[in-house]
Nanobody, 123 residues
Framework: QVQLVESGGGLAQAGGSLRLSCAAS????????MGWFRQAPGKEREFVAA????????YYADSVKGRFTISRDNAKNTVYLQMNSLKPEDTAVYYC????????????????WGQGTQVTVSS
């Protein structure tokens, strides 16, 4: 079992930046691929970014590519999402996720979820 706790959400202006953190505890964190998802009001949850267990591979949704960066520190059991050039459409609850099994792509198969952190971007 893996427990995930997000932090770093809040209010930002369009064009600004925020950095989300996700602290993991429980089973071996370094063996898990990690991801970030988001859900805006009235919309389905969508994939944002993911990183392999070693950190050597990353994958991003087209909507955030070039603006967001995912990274991880296995020594600290923490994954990060640096969000730059924020837009009002980035407003959502952001969820950290972990997966224990291998899949050919990084955007599927997540079976552990955090509670989420709110990100609000004003225009």
């Amino acid at each position: 079992q893996v427990q995930l706790v997000e932090s770093g959400g809040g209010l930002a202006q369009a064009g600004g930046s925020l950095r989300l953190s996700c602290a993991a505890s429980g089973r071996i964190f370094s063996g898990y691929a990690m991801g970030w998802f988001r859900q805006a009001p009235g919309k389905e949850r969508e994939f944002v970014a993911a990183i392999s267990w070693s950190g050597s591979r990353t994958y991003y949704a087209d909507s955030v590519k070039g603006r967001f960066t995912i990274s991880r520190d296995n020594a600290k059991n923490t994954v990060y999402l640096q969000m730059n050039s924020l837009k009002p459409e980035d407003t959502a609850v952001y969820y950290c996720a972990a997966r224990s099994s291998w899949y050919p792509t990084l955007d599927v198969g997540f079976d552990y979820w955090g509670q989420g952190t709110q990100v609000t971007v004003s225009s």
